[in-house]
C-alpha cells in the first residue's frame, strides 16, 4: 500500500512555474487579439457617442471641421482611461472561454501548470496597460480636457480665457499675505489688486491697492499705480497713504506664482498628482476640509489606474467557473461588480472630501479590497 501512495505521489503532476516562452507567447498572442479588437470598437463608440452629445452645439457655432476634429480627438483620452479597464477584463474573459471551448485549460491543468503561471503574460499586459493609464490620468487627460473645455467656450465667445479668473482672492501657504484680484489672468497682467501683508506674530503690517500687477521670473511681483498704508506694531493706527508708481515686492518673501495662484483656484480634480503634492507640501495650516479634498483625490488618483489589474482578477475566475456553461452570466457578473466598485469608490470620496472618512482610506481602501478579493478568486481557482 505504501509503495503504490509513493508511486502515486510521484505520478501526481507538479505545477511548473519555470519559464515557458512558447506558452507564454501563445497566450499573449491569443489575447492582445480580442483587447486590441475591444479598445477599437470601444474607442469608436464613445467618439460616437461624443458627435451625438456635442456636434450641434460646434454647428451652432459655426466651427470648422478642423476645430471639429481637434475638438474629439481631445476629448478621446478621457474616455480611454475607462475604456482600458473593461476592454482588459472582456478580453482575459473571452480568451479564458475560448481556451476551455477547446480544452486547452484542461490541458494546462493536467501538465501540472497552475492557472497564475498560465495567465502570467495577461498579468503583465495588465500591469503595463495599469502603468499607461496612469500617465493618461496624469500627463494626458488633465491638460486634453482643459484644452477641450477652452476650445468649446471660445467657440461661443471669442474673447473666452480659461485661465481668467474674476475676484480672486488667494492666501499665501505661509499666511502672511492675502490677495485680491479683480481681474487674475495666468499670463497676463493682474488688475485691480489688493495685498495685506501680516507680521509673523500675527498682526496686520500693511495693505497695497495697485491697478496693476506683473509677475517676473527671478524678480519678484512689480506692483504699479498703488498707494500702500503701514500699520504699526498691533496692527492699528494706520500711516498716511504713500502713493507710488512702481514697487517691487522681492520673490523671496512673494514666493507665489501665478500659476500657483490659479491652481488654488481650481477644482482639486483638474490637477495632476503632482501639483496636489506640491500644494500640500507648500501650504502650511492648510483648513483641515481643503487638505481632506486635496488628500482623498490624490489618493483616488493614485488608486484608479490599477482598476486594469481588479479587472483581470475578477475575470480570469470567472471564465474558468464556467468554460463549459458559458460566458455570458460570467460577464454580467464581472461587470456588475466593477460597476459596485465604481460606485464604491465613487461614495469613499465623497465621504473623504467631507471628512467622514480618513482620506487615504477613502482614496485607496476600495482598490485595495478589490484586489485582494480578486487575487484571493484567483488562487481559489488555480
Known sequence: ????????????????????????????????????????????????????????????????????????????????????????????????????????????????ISMQRCCASIYLVALIITGVNFWFNEAIVPTSEIRAEMLRKSLGSESYKYNVFDMLTYRSPDKLSTWFFKYFDVQGMQQGVIIKRYRPTGPLEWTLEAKRAEFLPNEGWRICDGTIVHYNKEGFLPGPPLDFVEKILDEKQFSETPQDIANHARPAQELSSLVIIDILRKTKNMAETSENVYRTTLYSRLAFPWICIIAVFLGIPLAVRNERSGIFMSIVIAVAIMVVYQLTSNAFCILGCRGYVPPIIAGLGPTIAFIIYGWLNVRKHN
Open 1 to 112: 500500500m505504501e509503495s503504490e501512495k509513493i508511486d502515486s505521489l510521484e505520478h501526481t503532476p507538479r505545477k511548473k512555474k519555470a519559464l515557458m516562452p512558447i506558452l507564454d507567447f501563445y497566450i499573449l498572442k491569443e489575447y492582445l487579439i480580442p483587447l486590441t479588437v475591444l479598445i477599437l470598437g470601444f474607442i469608436i463608440l464613445f467618439v460616437m457617442g461624443n458627435i451625438f452629445e456635442d456636434l450641434k452645439e460646434l454647428l451652432e457655432n459655426k466651427a470648422s471641421l478642423k476645430v471639429m476634429i481637434q475638438f474629439f480627438l481631445l476629448k478621446l483620452p478621457g474616455n480611454i482611461r475607462f475604456i482600458l479597464p473593461i476592454s482588459v477584463m472582456l478580453a482575459c474573459m473571452y480568451t479564458m472561454a475560448n481556451f476551455g471551448k477547446n480544452m486547452e485549460i484542461i490541458a494546462m491543468r493536467a501538465s501540472g
